[in-house]
């Protein structure tokens, strides 16, 4: 079992900057894979970006430039950067973990981009 607990979300104006932190319960040194997805009102789940445990990282054509995801492995706590950031960048973010075939999610944190 793994929980994710995410933070930092919030009221930005467009063209900030916010950096949600997700935390996870146990260490994520091992994950095959973890993430960013997010979910805006009356929309579906889509993702923003994804690295697994080789390196290999994803992201969303939408936030590529963007955002930028990475880990404290110490911390078991993995980041999502955002910059330069859009009205239609408002959605509730949520954390995502695949360890041993297994997917874990957090609640999300709500991000709203409006001036």
């Known amino acids: 079992q793994v929980q994710l607990v995410e933070s930092g979300g919030g009221l930005v104006q467009p063209g900030g900057s916010l950096r949600l932190s997700c935390v996870a319960s146990?260490?994520?040194?091992?994950?095959?894979?973890m993430g960013w997805y997010r979910q805006a009102p009356g929309k579906e789940r889509e993702l923003v970006t994804r690295?697994?445990?080789?390196?290999?990282?994803v992201y969303a054509d939408s936030v590529k430039g963007r955002f930028t995801i990475s880990r404290d492995i110490a911390k078991n706590t993995v980041f999502l950067q955002m910059n330069s950031l859009k009205p239609e960048d408002t959605a509730v973010y949520l954390c995502n973990v695949v360890l041993y075939g297994m997917v874990y999610w957090g609640k999300g944190t709500l991000v709203t981009v409006s001036s």
């Open positions: 146990r260490s994520i040194f091992s994950v095959n894979s």
């Open positions: 690295c697994t445990s080789n390196g290999d990282t």
